[in-house]
């Protein structure tokens, strides 16, 4: 936690070089902050070495970076890492989040947060029952991806975390600008997936602003149905969200999938099936099929991979491309659904899971 000063951390070019300007530098001093932030990864003013001296004593004054490490590691059997970064809530204290690192083959993926918290309260997701504390900032969401210990070889960034990422659209999209931005880490927006319940306001800025892939958190296709665990459905229902989606052209290479998570006797059946393709007709997008990870205090059941491999089938029938996701991390509770920090359940009085 940064005490008294102005972080650098999640500042854009314009707001750096503007700050260059104020304090007497060159205008291209800005470019250089940003470099030695998103680039070489400085945790201190101290290495940005092509500042002079004096400079950076000027900026130590009143900024700092902005660099925080994670407060545990914990690592799985298959080799998934859970980190533990401490934040700042909404009214000043301190607060936790997650960020999970999937390894696989060649690929590195960083599943990272972007609230403390959650207020969409979906029955099957753990982070949802802790409520929802406040939300990150693009400095917190972005020292994520660079505090990790493989954060020089991360392939792939999926806001699949803790919180709503279009709940929090403004600080999503500006970490997704530092990103993607040539100025700062200039990755490819196609490594990039952020998953939503379906935010409609944040989708309509998210989907003309970036050029990330999406993931929809769909799970069951019947509203009323959808609605008894994804609360969401009321407000913003599906067929909404739907209708922003088939507006923008995913046949090329941005892509759209939905996320279901099956359960068993709730929405695996073949009328699930039917009912899912109909919703999902003309839209060019995979399917992705979850396991279900058991939580605390909820009564539902995942479904034997003998029934997964069935849906699949099912889904292959009807003409979409499916997948089942590898469950990854279930053992340091790091898998799908199963984000909560314990220490925010120790601090509300909550038994952990």
Not at 30 to 47: E, N, R
Not at 131 to 160: C, K
Request: glycine share 8%; charged share 20%.
């Amino acid at each position: 936690m940064q005490e008294n000063k102005t972080l650098l951390l999640g500042k854009t070019l314009a707001e750096l070089t503007d700050l260059a300007v104020q304090m007497g530098l060159p205008r291209f001093a800005g470019k250089q902050m940003a470099q030695w932030l998103y680039v070489h990864k400085v945790t201190s003013i101290d290495a940005m070495t092509n500042l002079s001296q004096k400079a950076r004593a000027l900026l130590g004054e009143n900024y700092c970076v902005g660099r925080t490490p994670p407060v545990r590691v914990q690592t799985s059997a298959d080799g998934t890492r859970k980190y533990l970064f401490e934040v700042c809530d909404v009214q000043g204290n301190a607060g936790w989040i997650e960020a999970v690192m999937i390894p696989e083959e060649e690929r590195a993926t960083l599943c990272i947060s972007s609230q403390i918290g959650c207020k969409m309260n979906c029955l099957f997701c753990q982070t949802g029952k802790q409520g929802w504390r406040g939300n990150l900032t693009a400095a917190e969401i972005v020292n994520q991806i660079l505090s990790v210990n493989e954060a020089d070889r991360l392939t792939n960034i999926v806001y699949m975390g803790m919180g709503e990422p279009l709940d929090n659209v403004d600080e999503v999209l500006r970490s997704i600008d530092i990103l993607t931005a040539s100025w700062g880490m200039a990755w490819s927006p196609k490594r990039i997936t952020l998953s939503t319940i379906g935010v409609r306001k944040g989708l309509e800025r998210f989907l003309v602003e970036t050029k990330c892939h999406l993931a929809v958190s769909l799970h069951n296709p019947i509203p009323a149905e959808r609605a008894e665990i994804m609360p969401v459905e009321h407000a913003m229902p599906l067929a909404d969200v739907l209708e922003l989606i088939r507006r923008v052209d995913f046949g090329g290479q941005r892509r759209v999938s939905f996320e279901y998570i099956v359960f068993q006797g709730m929405n695996d059946s073949a009328a699930h099936v039917a009912a899912l393709a109909r919703l999902l007709r003309g839209i060019p997008c995979r399917v992705n099929l979850i396991r279900f990870h058991r939580i605390p205090n909820i009564n539902f059941s995942p479904v034997s991979d003998e029934k997964m491999e069935q849906f699949r089938t099912w889904l292959e029938q009807k003409g979409f491309t499916a997948t089942i996701r590898a469950s990854r991390g279930e053992d340091i509770s790091a898998a799908c659904g199963m984000l909560s920090t314990k220490e925010q359940l120790r601090q509300s009085g909550q038994k952990e899971g």
